[in-house]
């Protein structure tokens, strides 16, 4: 298992629980991202800067992981695409997505982004939180513990582990 971070978009807070989670477990944790990034001297920590542009960064992440791997990212069609290539793809709000719920996830983004396209005005979501913080932090802590107890790939079609 390698650990994949969309990183242009992700919170401090949730690259600093990744940089911690990194050393504690050796899994390589690589940041992709469209500008320079800081990030603590590891031999678990890597970088990857991409050329700015749509989806490019997405892309890199897509093209380099592997079945099994983690992806942290916000981004519902990335997810979508890192589910199909059999790998696990978390939110930083805790969310883990899956072959029985991307499909609806990205359903309803396509409609709100319809709807914000006609001019509906939608909120978007909360501020991130201490509970998301927290959220994101077990779920990542039991989908490492549950891959390092088995040391295996493990099927993405079921929830592997309760992440609420």
Request: hydrophobic content about 45%.
């Amino acid at each position: 298992m390698k650990i994949w971070v969309d990183a242009d978009a992700c919170p401090v807070v949730i690259k600093e629980i990744l940089f911690r989670a990194a050393e504690r477990t050796k899994i390589t944790t690589t940041l992709v991202a469209n500008q320079f990034l800081r990030t603590p001297p590891s031999t678990y920590i890597k970088t990857v800067q991409v050329a700015s542009g749509f989806d490019v960064a997405d892309n890199h992440i897509v093209l380099a992981l592997q079945a099994g791997d983690l992806v942290i990212t916000a981004d519902i069609p990335l997810a979508a695409q890192v589910v199909e290539k059999g790998a696990y793809a978390l939110n930083p709000r805790g969310e883990l997505y899956t072959e029985a719920n991307i499909k609806e996830r990205l359903s309803m983004r396509n409609l709100m982004e319809e709807l914000r396209s006609n001019g509906v005005e939608i909120s978007g979501q909360s501020a991130f939180n201490q509970g998301d913080r927290q959220a994101f932090a077990s779920a990542l802590d039991k989908l490492i513990a549950n891959y390092l107890k088995n040391n295996q790939v493990l099927s993405n079609s079921v929830l592997p582990v309760d992440t609420k």
